[in-house]
């Protein structure tokens, strides 16, 4: 059954968040003549057709849910790849998946 | 996290890699047949590393055309040309989405198929595979496939040489052209086939001979009507046919003005291509 996130009592939830079946996305650094070294990452639910511009972070979390995973697994690889504490990056990602599922574009199971 | 939301921000490559998705993911809840076609469906294994598209094609099993159609409506779709008035052959739709820009509808492909549209439909799906686009997974036309159609696209160019053909001639080993030519026949579009690669003159005697002279020469454009007019058998076709050389198109008119033409413009269109033809008569008799 798919969850709706709890706000901190996630970080104790074995709930595990992944794209939602009806998502697309393309990073700008396949893109023909883009910046190779670009970060960006441009997600679509494709059920409204918004488009959503994810910068280095967003796009960190983005591409780490591309695998079923829980929150606390996303803070630890966030904090690890940008060598800060845990606790540092925790309230930042939690609100990012919460904006993810707000948007429908991941789901938690 | 979050810098942007919306589509004024999105590079045109990134909207229509992420509008292939789009169109698969209609086609799979309402379980509709499409294969997406040339431009990025298609990979290094047919195009030229780096090249760029400016519009998302999808082929469409013909029976589900209508109820696609109803659907991208529904889903904010603006149809810019009707299939009856997109081209000679009648093959495609291009629609509009504020959001997705254009894309174009094909009901078939030119040279495959004219006569059983459905046929060659289900002969390109039997053999279809899954590419992911914007890591979503799309059909596509198999490899062999993919490089015909690119070669019997390239018999629409007046140009003497398509870049996209081209490609292929330089970079395929004859093993690959046997399999082409091969599947090309299995098609039913070696005429087109032939057209690309300059063979036109093996099918002198084909019905759809002076169709595809005509669109790959410089002609007038009374002589690609004649063709058309030529191809059919049903009076009601001939008749419908004769209709639209004389009609304005009005498609094409909106597109040119930026806006829907008004009764003058029309009237005007219509007349002038009178004038036009009288002064090239009135040319011709001087010369």
Redesign the interface.
Known sequence: MESTFKDDAATADATRYSHAP?????Y?SE????NADSSTI?V?L??T???????A??GL?WEILAQPATAEQVVAEVASVFQESEDTVRQ?VLD?IA?LLHQKLIIGR | MTNALGQPDTPLEARIRLSHAYFQNLANKNSIDLLHIKGYAFGTDTYREKRKSSDVDILVRPAHVARLMYLLQADGWRILTHFETGSIFEHAATLYHPSWGLADVHRYFPGIGYFDRALAFDKLWSTRRTKDIAHFPCDVPSVVDARVIVVVHGARSFAPKHPDVEHLQRSLKPADWQQMRQRAEELDCMVAFDTALGNIEHHANHPHYLLWKSVSTRMPSYVQWKARLSLEEKLSEKLRILHQIISVNEDHLAMKLGHEPSADERRELFFGRFALLRAQRKSRRKG
């Open positions: 009806s998502t697309a996305y393309v700008e893109m023909v003549g883009a441009f679509c494709l059920e057709s918004e488009i959503l511009r994810l910068d972070a967003g979390i930042g990012f904006s």
